[in-house]
């Protein structure tokens, strides 16, 4: 027979042993780095994030900028409260390293009270005389052992940012599936392929939404849906108004916890624009529910690239891909009703997911059919036209390319879409140049003034695609 005091005792034990939450263990979410609403890069500012218990907690942040032996001060404030009614409430703190020299590496330490129990390396922003490496990729956080070894070569890489072209988490961005899927795997503590690595603390990552990040709307089915919009921290200057999101439905006390945690960020963080060294990028969302034929969201998107002139590079990073060959969401081609703003606007490169491989088309340039009222046709998704290739450009010896490249670069770990295509270029759409369905992968991209190497590279390291683009 189980002796009945012994549930008692084990209590006043744990009551009287279990230590204050003062080391790692004080985090609901270990720190990350993210760019903050600051979309013009003037200095290499950054902000650190990080969640902890839905109480009174006396953190501080500190930063040193080597060879500087001093700590600075960063103030941490609270940023948001996370009432989610499927996970414990939490507070989402959040300090900005102000005044740091752009293309630095620094040191920080997050001290709860007088106890430091977290420190990380990172770098600043670089500026625009600075070489720098990011990587693009989407369709993530899957939780497949794939994503944990892309994860892995995320942090081997090196990068100075990451840029997630949507599907951030599956199945549904909840805050939930962030906790099981996202956290531990991209801020893990240690680099291994079957865990992941320390990237989110060390590695400044922005991301654009995808449809399983902010499709989930509905607050019966799903309590804590549009994870999104609550720990992601990224510029507010995207289109105020617009036909750019879809009605939340369900349980209301659910969506007004949602709607207070996430302030100003929903919907406005959908769409948005940065600066990060000689580059302007556009982030956008492709989700189908956004008719980018609306005159106020171009008028935006030509402003914003128009805006960009000084800017060597102009990228564009955004879920669904107009130009696609997979069999998978070939009928999504809406986000070729924004082709002619791009080419208007000389964009180089345009980086999309959706699409679970890697996929690079010829520079293109695209006119959309229009119906008898001058409008661009768009039925159901499907948006006919006529495209003019590059053949020319080869990426080695011809680098300067006539038109945009596309890239689908959604192999970052969810189950891959396609491979029998790989090796059948005949089922290809003709504006594809490079068609690669068998392994997961990510798009690394170095940047040194006029100069652009894109890599395709997989887990292992080893190069799937490689091309230069020469100013
Ligand atoms: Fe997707």
Redesign the pocket.
Known sequence: MRPRFLPLLALVLFTVTAPAARGEDAFVIKPYLQLGDAPASTTGDLALLWGGADRETAWSVDYQVPPESTWKKAEAKVFRRIASPVVPAHRLYRATFDGLPPGVDFRYRVLNGADVVFEAAAKSRKSADQPYRFIAVG?IAQGSGAQKEIAARMVLEKPDFLMVT??IVYGRGLVSEYRDRYWPVYNADQTAPDVGGPLLRSTLTLAAP???DIGSRNFDRSPDSLGYFLYWDQPLNGPKDGPYTLPMTGNEAHQKAFLDAAGPSYPRMANFSFDYGNAHWLVLDANPYVDWRDSGLRDWVANDLAAAKGATWRFVSF??PGFNSSKAHFEQQEMRLIADLLEAGKVDVVFN??VHNYQRSFPLRFIADRDSDGKMVRTRDLVPGTWTLDKTFDGKNRTRPDGVIYLVT?AGGAGLYNPEQQDKPETWQSFTDKFISKRHSITVADVSGPNLTVRQVAADGSELDRFEIKK
Do not use: A, T
């Open positions: 369709d949507g599907d995808g449809n399983h879920h669904h997911g959706h959604g």
